[in-house]
């Protein structure tokens, strides 16, 4: 069984800065692409940015310049760097990766989200 668990999450200024990490742990071989969603109320859920296990990364044009993805492959952790945060960053984030188990198939693992407020 593979879990993944979000860290990091809180209420911080206009302004300010967040990072958000995630780690799975398991029985796992090995993970390929993991990312970050969120979700804010009313709305449905987006991408923010994702990274292969090349290395390859992917944003969202709203976090383009102001977020920063990166994953460690021996700790199976994957963090969110946020800085210059908006109001409308506000949502509840949510971690996923793409992970092979040892004794299953690949499938799409979420962590239980964290949330993310953004106000004076």
């Known amino acids: 069984q593979v879990q993944l668990v979000e860290s990091g999450g809180g209420l911080v200024q206009p302004g300010g800065s967040l990072t958000l990490s995630c780690a799975a742990s398991?029985?796992?071989?090995?993970?390929?692409?993991v990312g970050w969603f969120r979700q804010a109320p009313g709305k449905q859920r987006e991408l923010v940015a994702d990274?292969?296990?090349?290395?390859?990364?992917n944003y969202a044009d709203a976090a383009k310049g102001r977020f920063t993805i990166s994953r460690d492959n021996a700790k199976n952790t994957v963090t969110l760097q946020m800085n210059s945060l908006k109001p409308e960053d506000t949502a509840v984030y949510y971690c996923?990766?793409?992970?092979?188990?040892?004794?299953?198939?690949?499938?799409?693992?979420w962590g239980q989200g964290t949330q993310v407020t953004v106000s004076s």
């Open positions: 996923k990766m793409r992970v092979k188990p040892v004794a299953d198939p690949w499938g799409d693992y």
């Open positions: 990274i292969t296990s090349f290395d390859k990364t």
């Open positions: 398991g029985s796992i071989f090995t993970i390929g692409t």
